[in-house]
């Protein structure tokens, strides 16, 4: 144990090693400290979540001891652990998204659009530094004005982009010399995409498209979402939209969606599966995404055949100029290939109108046998656990799965499941969640909510010393936005966000070797992703605002994979004033902590001053290019001043 954690300290530290054998003996001592403290509990589903509210009640002290500990980090940051801060990366990696770099996967023998997936063998080992904004980037405007209006400075956009802009989710404009414009409440940029909406649940047979949570639609999958303009419509009503599109070094879909505020990540399925469980979405979106669905023996439908719930909904629109289109329609036209496929997958054409086809999944699983010859076959039983980009199949999933039930309708809010649904799910131990544990596990994370947010106060890192009697403002409720919770258990920290009334969306990520909730996650209409926390995230740099995890360094500290290497990550993932929240044993973040300085984070100690071994790890990546371009130039004397020697 002891061994690897110092190679990984020697990968970290480099060659300048032996000068630091100090500084390293310090650091091992640490390491050993989360190691034994980690070991007496090696599995992850066992930690148990910050709980007992009353640790907090005087949250006022614990800010003050907070700052105790703040100052004392600063020294110790000024002092010997200066030159261990890392660089700044080149201008070339403002927008550097790791496992898709096309010339190397092509390099490395990737070909036939596979060069265009997610390659993260290829980019391993890659320079360790900080990603930096770029030059003239702005924090985005709050929730929701930021929703209609982003700084173009902020995203990688190309004048040509921006003029052959248009389609009706793509529609876009330049406002003032540097902001872009999406849509206006007075409707001064019309972008269609409310009609549009209309349309659809028209032809779902509803009276209005405020209906579409009632018909059971709360979660959509927008493949290849423009920027995230339909999504955003849905949003405001409601469902909840992830968007997804393949990586783009320019104009990307992703990146936009993000910088809007909008559920989004990279994700394609050219030649692997999307990683998320089968029966996932009420709905599956494409408006011109550009996929040819016949391709590639149609493992990509089967693929959206696959993430549909029965009874689900396939949205397809395209322009007449592409195959289905236009010949669906035509009278004396031969059978298109989609006309000709959906049957055999058990999907029936429920209603078309101009370019909108939508498709219905079989809400009868007995479909499938009742086919005629020639049909798809189904996969073999437990074939779709834990998809974790698997290859793609031919074959239908998910006709056996214990969570094959028809999406219905509710008259309830979204995001709640009764306890009746919650006993199935226990009962068939599809995810293994007994209902009192999962109400429990929300009560816990209502208190631990309101202690987080009073801690997010940016005042604890200022130079003003605080009036004694001053109480802090709280942040106010739309001071973050796109919230990634690293290891989400039963997503109850999505749930409490919503309860609070805070104007965030939560990305839940389910890591891959913890308890597999995903399942559970997404039936209650949350965003969710299974992920590696050993490869890095498919998103773009500076697209969170607040990323948490609760038990996931010591759960990560049995793993193979880089602690040092997870931070960087984290740091490309997070806007700048964005927040770090981690919740682990004493060691573990201690450990973080010494990360934390070394890229710059503004970091605190919180002590639940209870006696348990847990301790709060609260940081903030600071916005201040100029210093750290200082910082950049002091790094580099102190290093020539060492070479010297
Ligand atoms: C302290 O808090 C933890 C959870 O944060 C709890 O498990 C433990 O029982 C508490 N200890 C005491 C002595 O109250
Ligand atoms: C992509 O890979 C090429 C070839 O390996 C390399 O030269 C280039 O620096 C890489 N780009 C990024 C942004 O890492
Ligand atoms: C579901 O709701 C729709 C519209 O609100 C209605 O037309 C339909 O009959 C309902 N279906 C069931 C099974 O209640």
């Known amino acids: 144990m002891r061994s690897s954690w110092s190679n990984k300290l020697s990968l970290i530290f480099g060659p300048r090693l032996p000068l630091n054998w100090l500084l390293l003996c310090l650091i091992s001592v640490l390491a050993l ?4 403290g980690s070991s007496s509990s090696n599995t992850f589903d066992s930690l148990t979540p910050i709980s007992v509210p009353d640790i907090y009640i005087n949250y006022r002290r614990l800010k003050e001891q907070a700052a105790v500990d703040y100052l004392e980090l600063r020294s110790l940051s000024l002092g010997a652990s200066r030159q261990r801060e890392l660089g700044l990366c080149g201008r070339e990696r403002e ?12 390099f490395a023998g990737f070909k036939d659009g596979e060069e265009f997936d997610r390659q993260c063998e290829v980019s391993r080992n890659r320079e360790r530094c900080l990603v930096r904004p770029p030059k003239d980037y702005k ?17 990688k956009i190309t004048k040509d982009q921006f003029l052959s802009s248009g389609s009706m989710t793509k529609r876009l404009m330049l406002l003032e010399e540097n902001q872009i414009a999406f849509h206006s409440e007075d409707g001064l940029i019309f972008d269609g995409v409310k009609d549009y909406s209309l349309q659809i649940a028209k032809m779902l047979g509803l009276s209005d498209d405020s209906q579409f949570l009632q018909a059971g639609v709360q979660t959509v999958l927008d493949i290849g979402c423009g920027f995230g303009s339909f999504g955003a419509h849905l949003v405001s009503l409601n469902v909840m939209a992830i968007c997804i599109a393949a990586y783009e070094a320019t104009g990307s879909q992703v990146q936009l969606t993000l910088e809007r505020g909008l559920p989004a990540m990279i994700g394609n399925f050219i030649t692997r599966q999307l990683p998320y469980p089968a029966l996932s979405f009420e709905m599956v979106h494409c408006a011109q995404c550009g996929i040819v669905w016949d391709k590639k023996d149609w493992t990509l439908l089967l693929e959206v055949d696959r993430v549909l719930k029965p009874g689900g909904y396939f949205v397809l629109t395209s322009s007449a100029s592409q195959p289905y289109g236009s010949s669906l329609s035509m009278k004396n036209s031969m059978l298109t290939p989609m006309e000709e496929m959906t049957p055999k997958i058990c999907w029936t054409l429920k209603a078309q109108q101009y370019e909108t086809f939508i498709w219905q999944k079989t809400v009868d699983s007995d479909c499938y046998t009742s086919r005629k010859q020639g049909a798809i076959p189904l996969c073999n039983e437990g074939h779709d656990v834990r998809s974790y980009y698997k290859p793609l199949v031919s074959c239908i999933s998910g006709t056996t799965n214990k969570r094959w039930t028809p999406i219905r309708n509710r008259s309830s809010s979204p995001h709640q499941l009764n306890s009746a649904e919650l006993e199935i799910h226990g009962k068939e131990s599809v995810v293994g969640v007994q209902p009192d544990d999962f109400f429990e596990d929300l009560q816990i994370w209502r208190s631990a909510l309101r202690n987080y947010w009073s801690l997010l106060t940016p005042l604890i890192f200022s130079d003003h010393p605080k009036r004694p009697g001053d109480e802090d403002p709280l942040p106010p409720f739309n001071m973050i936005r796109n919230v990634m919770d690293m290891s989400a258990h039963y997503g109850g920290l999505n749930a409490a966000f919503l309860e609070e009334r805070k104007s965030v969306w939560v990305m839940n990520v389910v890591p891959v070797n913890a308890l597999y909730t995903l399942p559970l996650i997404l039936d209650l209409g949350f965003a969710g992703v299974l992920h590696d926390w050993c490869e890095p995230f498919p998103t773009y740099p500076r697209t969170y605002d607040l990323l948490h995890a609760n038990g996931l360094l010591s759960h990560l500290s049995s793993e193979r994979c880089s602690m040092m290497d997870l931070f960087l990550e984290m740091d490309r993932i997070l806007r700048p004033e964005g927040w770090v929240v981690l919740c682990d ?3 573990a973040i201690e450990m973080a902590r010494m990360f934390a300085t070394q890229i710059r984070w503004e970091a605190r100690v919180i002590d639940l001053q209870n ?12 916005f201040n290019p100029k210093n750290l371009e200082d910082a950049m130039s002091h790094h580099s004397e102190s290093e020539h001043v060492e070479a010297v020697d």
């Open 33 to 36: 400290i989360a190691v034994l």
């Open 95 to 106: 927008n550097y998204v790791p496992c898709y770099n096309v010339s190397a996967n092509l």
């Open 139 to 155: 924090i985005p405007l709050r929730w929701p004005a930021g929703r209609d209006v982003i700084w173009s400075g902020n995203v």
């Open 585 to 587: 044993k004493v060691g």
């Open 611 to 622: 006696g348990s071994d847990q301790r709060l790890l609260v940081c903030q990546k600071p």
